[in-house]
């Protein structure tokens, strides 16, 4: 569809492929892989800290959804880890139970009708992503890295949106650059400028950017503004970020089941 239309596309970032060509990445890619390996093991560690610690909010917190609304405390969805593998993501429900029964998959919107009252307390939280540790246990996830997609919204995403398979060349993360920096997606626009921070992070994925990256959802979480955040742990963002990533505009009739209901 956008091959149709004849749009160009300038992209800045240096592909893994065109860098290989020039024989300027081997000891870059060997430090990346070095650290990715290093990077399971404190995610490992630290998750499981974080989950014993976490356990009682958890516990209550299931109480409460289970005791306002029918239907289970947890629910599983399928999401796309590294290199597009498949696996079962965990949160604590925060809407109705079936509620894509009817809808099917869609974006979640503000205002959503489908989000219970307790779910919007758990949302504003975090409070329900907090499962998703048990997650990184298992491998499925790393702490820090770009938001898990769900599977149905990828292949839509892929044509609209030039590069965006990248973003699965690390494991998808519990928080992210990406994620403590702007708002949820809600549509195509939306995922297009968290795309080039999350291929930022691909690129440049280090142990002293994920510690800043942790630190800032430790800010994020206490409400502190975003400039304020960036400003004082010299965090990557804005247009230092997003100048480095290009995409053409998309008419929502490329991926109408994509647009917010």
């Known amino acids: 569809m956008l091959a149709e239309r004849n749009v160009r596309v300038r992209d800045c970032y240096v592909s893994q492929e065109s860098s290989d060509a020039k024989g300027d990445v081997p000891h870059q890619?060997?430090?990346?892989?070095?650290y990715l390996a290093v990077k399971a093991t404190i995610d490992f560690l630290v998750a499981l800290v974080l989950l014993l610690i976490s356990a009682p909010v958890i516990l209550v917190a299931a109480a409460l959804v289970k005791l306002t609304s029918r239907g289970p405390a947890f629910y599983s969805q399928t999401r796309l880890g590294r290199l597009g593998r498949p696996y079962k993501i965990y949160k604590l429900r925060s809407m109705t139970h079936n509620c894509e029964k009817l809808s099917g998959a869609r974006w979640s919107t503000p205002g959503d009708s489908r989000i219970t009252r307790v779910g919007r307390v758990l949302r504003k939280s975090h409070i329900d992503e907090l499962p998703q540790l048990w997650n990184v246990l298992k491998g499925d996830m790393s702490l820090i890295g770009p938001r898990p997609e769900r599977p149905e919204f990828v292949p839509q995403l892929e044509r609209a949106i030039p590069r965006y398979r990248e973003r699965l060349?690390?494991?998808?993360?519990?928080?992210?650059?990406?994620?403590?920096?702007?708002?949820p997606d809600s549509d195509l626009d939306s995922v297009r400028r968290k795309l080039a921070y999350d291929l930022y992070y691909v690129q440049q994925v280090s142990f002293g950017l994920d510690l800043r990256i942790m630190a800032g959802t430790v800010t994020y979480l206490l409400g502190v503004p975003v400039h304020v955040s960036r400003s004082l742990l010299q965090m990557p963002g804005g247009e230092h970020v997003e100048r480095n990533y290009q995409a053409p505009e998309v008419d929502a009739e490329v991926v109408p089941e994509l647009q917010p209901a």
């Open 169 to 183: 060349n690390v494991r998808p993360g519990v928080s992210g650059l990406a994620q403590v920096q702007l708002p």
């Open 29 to 34: 890619r060997e430090s990346w892989n070095g």
